[in-house]
């Protein structure tokens, strides 16, 4: 009988299956194998689940395991009794008319999806805009600590704003100027929308250039098109700006070319005394909308602490991935995601178990949270930051995996967004102390630290790490390593060939496992609290919230 045969059989069989697949709980040295994250992985990736999208069977499925495991190894059901938080979403399918620019005695009509995207967040039927004011405001920022106000004097209530991606500091010559070449969350896309909406303009566009994004304009006409999820909210989005959108280059240059701004705007934008540009020109545009809602889940439970419970020590992962879709060359439509992110539930539910056997607990809580969404823009791990079950400035830390490599065990890890917290100290020792050296990002300019689940914690001031694996494979070396992350970033990610294989080398993904249990139980055995560096974003939110 094959796992997918026995999974199709219920519940009873999922939480059975660990055996079958050749888990080893290693009682006596209570290390995480690679063994044991594989026989997670093979019922979370299995075709069953098919590929485990929310508001379907697969979803149900997932979520059952995960919370069969935690209730097994005896852990605490984590939200005021039960194994599940709920989360509201509404799904958005945005259908734009043509965007008109008129004035300045031209009138110029961008086409959908080849010249722009455009979508909105507001719960309508219709959204318009109507000779919408046009602004160039620069990179949209405002940075008290960088000394950076791109809307200083200016009042866009009622007005579109254009925007830069990315921050002033990139390829500026500059590492003073913001953090140089590694991209602030000022630099991010979901930053500009949100300030925009704070500033209170009707329209927020960013302007997309392939270097300082990271991406090509086909990722922005794939991804911002179609229905995306969204996080329910009481005021159904109406405080955010009627439209978000992207528009390429080359329509950007024209816009500025008709209101006399020629050469490089991302120089003019850099300048400390830019004053936002008012373009002479109105935008029109219609957005039709369909709206549905329905609920997903997260999971989470917890292991009480001994001394001080009310703190705690939070690990995360998103247990959903892309369902089914576009079948490849093989015919596959199944998007299993078992490295995309059943390789990080299968390391929590690890780091749980060994959390549970310990024969002393630790004095704090530590949490166990598997999140839904993430591919739909990190929306489980938003909602739990935002209605938290353990008071944020009681939160100890964040501790997040996310696709794990399957390249077997290196003499490295790689800290996402290297720079950021004292997180990075505590990995770095006991990194050492293995013999292990810790790299950062290999390309900081495309500001990977803002794309996984420990953002949304960093977000509200929570210290939140993201590890990896490094590229220096123990056996083959770096080059080999390297390789083997090329291959699957160009081959298996968002893929279906990102399968399950008992073939697998799983055994670094342990190693990521056993390293952030150490680090997670010497946090958990602390009194003080790990800090933000000099120079985070988001160290003054999180010395609000301690009452510094």
Known sequence: MTNSQKIRFGLPVLTALIILTGCKNDKQGNAITGDEIKGHIAVLADDSLQGRKPFTPGETKAINYISAEFKKEGLEPGNNGSYFQDVPMVEITSMPSSLTLAGNKTNIALNYTTDFVASTRQELPEVQLNNSPLVFAGYGIVAPEYHWNDYAGLDVKGKTVIVLVNDPGFKSGDGKLFRGDTMTYYGRWTYKYEEAARQGAAG??????????????????????????????????????????????????KIFAAAGINGDFRAIARKRDFKAIPLNMGATITINNKLKYSTSHNVIAMLRGSKRPDECILYTAHWDHLGVGKPDAKGDSIYNGAVDNASGVAAILSEARRFAELKERPGRSVAFLAVTAEEQGLLGSEYYATHPVFPLNKTVADLNMDALGDYGETNDFSVTGKGQNDLEDYVADFAKQDGKKVTGDKNPGAGGYYRSDHFNFAKVGVPALDINNGAESTVHGEAWGKAKQKEYGDHHYHQPSDNYSANMDADGMAEVANLLFKVGDKLANESTFPGWKEGSEFKAIREKSMGK
Request: with cysteine; proline share 4%; charged share 20%.
């Open 204 to 253: 927020v566009i960013i302007v997309h250039q392939t270097e300082p994004a990271s991406y090509p304009w086909s990722v922005v006409s794939n991804s911002f098109t179609g229905a995306k999820l969204y996080l329910q909210q009481s005021d159904k989005h109406l405080s955010r700006c009627k439209l978000e959108g992207w528009m390429t280059e080359d329509a950007a240059k």
